[in-house]
């Protein structure tokens, strides 16, 4: 039996972003992605975990530009709170810090800005899957129902201001 946290995860960006982030993906190829640092608790009671619901949070950002290469990092963590409780505190979290390596393979007009877009955007893309396996991994570990993380969805706001706003369908089977 699996807790699924969400049916859809979509992630809403200006649609500006998506521009920059097809002109920074045309000159650049992902070269390697690590875990650096994870992070894992649950409560220590024995008992059901019913009415899980998630709380969600990631951030991507440009980490080092050095020659023809640049790293960024993506942190990334999932709660699973008791939805039955008035103040919801973790039954479970799993938390992830990754690096993500890519080259550029021709100099285009690249600045630091334009990384920072596509870092926050495509890092968190790349990761995504290795943060599901983790999460997998981590449920199996601590003795608890599989966590099950929906695809990742970066779709195109309609407006400026819909940066970073997540779209959450919660079910549990």
Same mark, same amino acid.
């Given at each position: 039996?699996?807790?699924?946290?969400?049916?859809?995860?979509?992630?809403?960006?200006?649609?500006? =972003?998506?521009?920059t982030?097809? &002109? $920074?993906?045309?000159?650049? !190829?992902?070269?390697?992605?690590? #875990?650096?640092n994870a992070?894992v608790?649950?409560?220590?009671?024995?008992?059901?975990?019913?009415?899980?619901?998630?709380?969600?949070?990631?951030?991507?950002?440009?980490?080092?530009?050095?020659?023809?290469?640049?790293?960024?990092?993506?942190?990334?963590?999932?709660?699973?709170?008791?939805?039955?409780?008035d103040?919801?505190?973790?039954?479970?979290?799993?938390?992830? =810090?990754?690096?993500?390596?890519? &080259? $550029?393979?021709?100099?285009? !007009?690249?600045?630091?800005?334009? #990384?920072?877009?596509?870092?926050?955007?495509?890092?968190?893309y790349?990761?995504?899957?290795?943060?599901?396996?983790?999460?997998?991994?981590?449920?199996?570990?601590?003795?608890?129902?599989?966590?099950?993380l929906?695809l990742?969805?970066i779709?195109?706001?309609?407006?400026?201001?819909?940066?970073?706003m997540i779209?959450?369908?919660?079910?549990?089977?």
């Open positions: 039996m699996g807790i699924s946290f969400l049916n859809n995860m979509n992630i809403k960006r200006p649609k500006e =972003e998506f521009k982030l097809a &002109k $920074i993906s045309r000159c650049t !190829e992902l070269i390697g992605l690590y #875990l650096v992070q608790s649950r409560k220590p009671e024995i008992g059901q975990f019913k009415n899980i619901g998630a709380e969600f949070e990631y951030s991507g950002s440009l980490f080092e530009r050095k020659d023809d290469q640049f790293q960024a990092k993506v942190d990334i963590s999932v709660r699973g709170v008791n939805k039955d409780e103040e919801p505190q973790p039954e479970v979290s799993i938390q992830g =810090e990754y690096l993500v390596t890519y &080259k $550029i393979i021709y100099n285009s !007009e690249i600045c630091d800005a334009d #990384l920072e877009v596509f870092c926050s955007i495509n890092a968190l790349n990761v995504w899957p290795y943060f599901r396996h983790l999460v997998s991994s981590m449920c199996n570990t601590m003795y608890i129902p599989q966590l099950l929906p990742l969805r779709i195109q706001g309609k407006q400026a201001d819909d940066r970073d779209e959450e369908t919660p079910q549990v089977e």
